[in-house]
């Protein structure tokens, strides 16, 4: 590739906004970028190539935006999507809203029209961080090329900051095509690593924690429900420890499915109604009570029911009014709440009498559910390839198949009948609902978990949104 700066005799080495923008990516950590280059992006993508950031091209950019948001969920850094301008970046939009949606770190970065001659109707021309400013929780623009290195920082801080989320990056051609020298260009990369964002800790106090564990220990049906929120937080050694020393049953949202088995003896998930309609004390971990926990409300849930509510967001909690609240990482929460019950321990135990009608429920439906998969149904109905699937699936051990699932009917029996039993092991379309993300999700796991097989199991609607990318996945020689 030709130097798009040459150096003449004597002067100073000169690097332009692509260069500048590459290195702030790889300086910050980033070493995957998603997304569809062309003007103004394309040399932005090359340099970042050059400098060890593997880009995976799409043939649109919803689909990258889609692999770039799961990216972010399954490796805990921000996932990074390029766009090209104007129309460009509205594709992208898709992504990042679901991003915002699932509470996934996401960055979508794209080029924009020459700011001199904004307004006078350029080239794909769209004032980009205004329509990004509804889909987003940060969004920054560089409006010169010293400006880059500290806006690629804060974009990637913010997208993992609190409540993660979808930032936008717009990076003007004009940016792009001035220049520093090498020797300025280091020093702003240095300026903007000093200012970097420092990771928040939890602020629980002590007194909320020992109130959290006394209303467990005094509960007669408790319940510990965990979500994809404790998925990212990677909380799943304190839930598998706070579990079995305390003998709780728990209920995993779709997505919080593995964190601890599918199979575990406390499982409450063939018996989810029961569980949820009669406990009296809820602790709820990195799970929001909306729409996929009936908002918290009867006739689901007990209208005396007590939530224990644990999220990285104080809005969140302030929205949801829980009996208690604790606002910090669920990691972090649950290792204080285990320290807690290892000072005074408890524990319900097996005969427990809520305990036993959890389990009861449980084996009666499993057993219901297993006599429905075992009819040989001619022609088939919707369980008899979800049992093909779920047994394929049990018989390759671990690492155990990351499972992207979308579609209606697809989740809702894939949900009962497919099994998890690894952390992060399943995608699906979330809290928005999204149907089109299975490939771009399929082709994030692949490149988060290159040791993992993906299965993709999805309805015929759901797949045709993004069925074109299936041509790329043949590219990269991932079918």
């Known amino acids: 590739m030709a130097d798009p700066n040459p150096n003449p005799t004597g002067a100073p080495a000169r690097i332009d906004g692509n260069v500048l923008a590459a290195k702030s990516l790889a300086r910050f950590g980033v070493d995957r970028m998603f997304g569809v280059v062309g003007i103004p992006v394309t040399s932005l993508a090359n340099r970042a190539v ?61 080029g924009s029209c020459d700011q001199q001659d904004f307004g006078r109707g350029d080239f794909q021309e769209l004032d980009q961080v205004e329509a990004v ?121 779709p997505m919080g499915k593995g964190l601890l088995p599918d199979t575990h003896e406390l499982a409450a998930t063939a018996a989810r109604s029961l569980a949820i309609g009669k406990c009296d004390v809820a602790l709820v971990v990195g799970a929001r009570l909306n729409w996929l926990l009936h908002f918290g409300e009867p006739p689901k849930w007990s209208r005396d029911v007590k939530f224990i509510l644990v999220d990285v967001s104080k809005e969140e909690i302030e929205l949801r009014k829980p009996f208690l609240g604790l606002v910090g990482d669920a990691k972090r929460v649950l290792e204080l709440i285990n320290k807690e019950i290892k000072d005074d321990p408890f524990c319900l135990g097996r005969s427990h009498p809520w305990v036993e009608a959890i389990s009861k429920k449980s084996k009666e439906n499993v057993l219901r559910m297993e006599a429905q998969l075992a009819k040989e149904v001619v022609p088939f109905n919707f369980l008899t390839p979800m049992k093909i699937i779920r047994d394929a699936i049990l018989g390759m051990g671990s690492p155990a198949p990351i499972l992207v699932s979308e579609g209606a009917n697809t989740m809702d029996i894939g949900r009962a009948v497919l099994v998890q039993t690894e952390p992060r092991t399943r995608l699906d379309a979330g809290t928005w609902g999204t149907m089109g993300v299975g490939l771009g999700y399929c082709v994030a796991a692949a490149v988060a978990s290159p040791d993992r097989l993906v299965v993709a199991v999805e309805g015929d609607s759901g797949f045709g949104f993004s069925a074109m990318e299936v041509e790329f996945d043949i590219s990269y020689r991932w079918l």
């Open 50 to 110: 050059a400098l060890g950031v593997r880009f995976i091209a799409f043939h649109n950019e919803q689909s990258a935006g889609y692999a770039a948001s799961s990216y972010g969920y399954l490796t805990g850094r921000p996932g990074v999507l390029l766009t090209v301008s104007g129309p460009g970046c509205v594709h992208g939009l898709a992504g990042m809203s679901n991003a915002m949606a699932n509470a996934w770190p996401m960055v979508m970065i794209s």
């Open 133 to 253: 400013k509804p889909f987003s929780k940060f969004s920054a623009k560089a409006r010169d090329i010293r400006e880059v290195p500290g806006c690629v920082a804060r974009v990637l801080d913010h997208a993992v900051s609190g409540r993660p989320g979808g930032c936008y990056l717009d990076l003007p051609t004009d940016v792009l095509h001035q220049t520093v020298t090498e020797s300025e260009a280091e020093s702003l990369l240095d300026e903007a690593e000093k200012c970097r964002l420092k990771e928040e800790m939890s602020n629980v106090l002590s007194s909320q924690i020992e109130e959290a564990v006394a209303l467990l220990r005094g509960a007669a049906r408790p319940l510990i429900v965990f979500g994809k929120g404790a998925a990212f937080a990677r909380a799943e050694d304190e839930l598998r420890k706070l579990v079995e020393v305390s003998g709780i049953p728990f209920l995993p949202t």
